[in-house]
């Protein structure tokens, strides 16, 4: 079970995820969205695999990240609304699904389905809904973030939609500036100017609680990839330790291409269990339709 958790954490981070609230319905920014790499839509595939002693590179899980605009109505006559502008109001969608597959699911009987919503402002790009839904077997879990920025307060509350007499669980945590989930910080990350040598802390929500997150740019490297041979950054978040998001020891490390679309191209979770090494096998991007597969 633990094993679970730590690929279901590297899926919701690589979103190693939130459709809601959006924009209030007629509030306008102060500036304008930029066009990003992953606009107006993007879809990646990945998988996992699971190597440890002897078992090495056993497919485990299918990993999908979706990137997508979402319309928010806009009523002409609210406050800070433009009548003279002809840009239509949005939000930023991205979702993230996994689910487990193969001999790994059979031998250890794991099998979990995990898909995560996140809703983001695209002027600020900071989180303002998640949604989660969890299967691990019969058991079945849903949750939602709602983030309030004029409060500084996310509340985060989960059910078990098979048992509707059993009492929701609530937590909440304060919040200052731009605040992340674990699935809209590798969107974030790819709009960064990141280069060798650089920190910086990330604010990122989880399950009611937030975490000051490291993360190091430590390495420039060719990689053999999907996108053919490209140079890519390494990124190393701080996800584990007494005082991370995962309690337990490990390092998580993602790979970025070292261009404008700051693609993940892969990722590797080492821990106690085992190594999670997880690659990038489709890419489909809009408007050009661009569609990449693995080549046999």
């Known amino acids: 079970m633990r094993a679970r958790n730590l690929i279901i954490t590297f899926c919701l981070i690589l979103s190693l995820a939130t459709l809601g609230a959006g924009l209030v319905p007629g509030q306008k920014p102060a500036a304008k969205a930029v066009l990003r790499p992953f606009e107006p839509a993007e879809e990646l595939l990945y998988e996992a695999e699971f190597s440890r002693s002897l078992l090495r590179k056993v497919d485990i899980a299918d990993f999908r990240f979706t990137a997508n605009r979402t319309a928010v109505v806009h009523k002409p006559n609210?406050?800070?609304?433009?009548?003279?502008?002809?840009?239509?109001?949005?939000?930023?969608?991205?979702?993230?699904?996994?689910?487990?597959?193969?001999?790994?699911?059979?031998?250890?009987?794991?099998?979990?389905?995990?898909?995560v919503e996140?809703?983001?402002?695209?002027?600020?790009?900071?989180?303002q809904n998640t949604k989660k839904r969890d299967e691990q077997g019969k058991r079945l879990r849903t949750s939602e973030t709602v983030y309030d920025h004029a409060s500084g307060k996310v509340v985060w509350t989960e059910i078990d939609p098979n048992n509707p007499s059993r009492q929701p669980r609530i937590l909440s945590s304060d919040f200052t500036g731009q605040v992340q989930d674990v699935l809209s910080v590798i969107y974030y990350l790819r709009t960064q100017p990141l280069e060798v040598g650089r920190s910086f802390e990330v604010s990122i929500s989880d399950s009611g609680r937030?975490?000051?997150v490291p993360v190091r740019v430590v390495e420039k490297k060719r990689l053999k990839t999907l996108l053919g041979q490209v140079n890519s950054l390494r990124v190393d978040p701080g996800l584990f330790g007494a005082n991370g998001m995962i309690g337990t020891e490990g390092q998580l490390s993602?790979?970025?291409?070292?261009?404008d679309r700051r693609i993940p191209v892969s990722a590797r979770i080492k821990t106690e269990y085992g190594t999670f090494n997880i690659k990038?096998?489709?890419?489909?991007?809009?408007?050009?339709?661009?569609?990449?597969?693995k080549q046999d």
């Open 254 to 259: 993602i790979w970025l291409t070292d261009d």
């Open 78 to 115: 609210a406050v800070g609304s433009d009548e003279g502008s002809n840009d239509e109001p949005y939000a930023l969608v991205f979702t993230g699904d996994v689910s487990s597959k193969g001999f790994f699911a059979k031998l250890f009987n794991l099998r979990f389905r995990e898909h």
């Open 118 to 127: 996140s809703t983001v402002d695209p002027v600020s790009f900071t989180v």
């Open 280 to 293: 990038l096998k489709k890419v489909i991007q809009n408007p050009a339709r661009e569609f990449l597969t």
């Open 210 to 212: 937030v975490y000051q």
